[in-house]
Nanobody, 122 residues
Framework: QVQLAESGGGVVPAGGSLRLSCAAS????????MGWYRQAPGKQREPVAT???????SYADSVKGRFTISRVNAKNTVYLQMNSLKPEDTAVYYC????????????????WGQGTLVTVSS
């Protein structure tokens, strides 16, 4: 009932930049939290950045000052601007949204994107 379309991954040299985007569509009543997670090979999935409906953001310590999360509520879209990329940023990046579904907003929305690969070469 909800689809998350991610884009923007790719291969970039260390020090470069990428911008990820994630657009949510379907029977969405409201989105409260949008975020990005990543999973590197052999490691657990970890939170990267989140943004709530009011605009407050939070970041993992490892990306503070380099990554910026933003959202366009009218488009149900979240972005992750990644600057000064490092090889250790290499991972599959997943979009995650939380909110409510349906005409009355009673059902819970908790959805993940399919993931987009970011590779940073040294």
């Amino acid at each position: 009932q909800v689809q998350l379309a991610e884009s923007g991954g790719g291969v970039v040299p260390a020090g470069g930049s990428l911008r990820l985007s994630c657009a949510a569509s379907g029977s969405i009543f409201s989105i409260n939290v949008m975020g990005w997670y990543r999973q590197a090979p052999g490691k657990q999935r970890e939170p990267v950045a989140t943004i709530i409906n009011g605009g407050s953001t939070s970041y993992a310590d490892s990306v503070k000052g380099r990554f910026t999360i933003s959202r366009v509520n009218a488009k149900n879209t979240v972005y992750l601007q990644m600057n000064s990329l490092k090889p250790e940023d290499t991972a599959v990046y997943y979009c995650h949204v939380e909110g409510t579904l349906g005409a009355l907003g009673i059902r819970r929305l908790d959805a993940w994107g399919q993931g987009t690969l970011v590779t940073v070469s040294s």
